[in-house]
Each structure stands twice: as structure tokens, then as C-alpha cells.
């Protein structure tokens, strides 16, 4: 997927995006704050994941498919506890931790950051091959040499 003309757009989105995060954040909508969160994440991996302004499908469906689908479960799920337990002390914990919380560190700590990095490695040819990290290195020593 060629996104070469999609670089300023996707920037503008990303700059509204954090515009409507901080409305969100100021008038207390947390959650909705969390969920819109993703996107906006998954459009700076998508920027930093193409190469020559391509980007490669398999990468986009594993991991930052699921990579969004675990992190958006866990933040609605860190939201439901947050209300259900709301003024109550939960009689139960989640390893120790609050119910509120525990999606959080299962889903976007462990499930998420997992994912990503096993993404990364299993597909690593996808964003950085030896092919592509040894042009950069020339590229940069032809910059080196020219000062």
C-alpha cells in the first residue's frame, strides 16, 4: 500500500486528533480519550513502518490489527471496571491489582507491546531488511563524507 500522498493528510489527522484528545482529557472523557488514543498511535507506526512510502499489508493486518483490537478491548474494559467499581471497594483483585487496571497491564502492557515487538521481528524484512539497512548505511556515509 502506497501511502507517499497520504503523508501530509495523515499529519493533519494526527494534529486533530491530539486536539480532540485534550478536549476529551479536559472534559473528563477518559475513555473516550484511551480509545482514540489507537489511531492515533497506529498512524505514527504507519508512518514509521513504510519504506519509500510503501507499506507492507501483512504488517498492517499482524500486528497492528490486533495490536489495536487488544489496546481498544483493554481501555473499554479499564473503563467498565472504572464505573462498575465506582465508589465501591471491589471485593476481588486481578493479580493484585484493581479490576480497573488489570485490562490495562493484561491488554495494552503484555498483550499489546508483546504483539508489536513479536510483529516486529517475525516481519522485520517488512520494515527494515539487510537489503534496505545497508543502502541507508551508504547513503549515510556518502552525507558523512561530503561535510
Known sequence: MNISNLKTP?????????????????TGHFVVGMVLSVPLMGLHFIL?????????KKF???????????????????????????????????????PSFAPVIIGYWLGGLLTISLGYYLLQDEWLSQKDW???CEEAKIIKEGK
Do not use: N, Q, R
Request: glycine fraction near 8%; aromatic fraction near 16%.
Open 10 to 26: 495523515i499529519m493533519l489527522l494526527i494534529s486533530a486528533l491530539w486536539i480532540i484528545l485534550l478536549v476529551l482529557a479536559g
Open 48 to 56: 514509521g513502518i513504510a519504506k519509500k512510502g510503501v507499506i507492507s
Open 60 to 98: 498492517l493486518i499482524y500486528p497492528l490489527l490486533v495490536w489495536a483490537i487488544l489496546f481498544i478491548v483493554s481501555f473499554i474494559l479499564c473503563g467498565y471496571y472504572a464505573d462498575t467499581f465506582a465508589d465501591v471497594l471491589p471485593s476481588f483483585t486481578v493479580f493484585g491489582m484493581h
Open 134 to 136: 545497508d543502502e541507508f
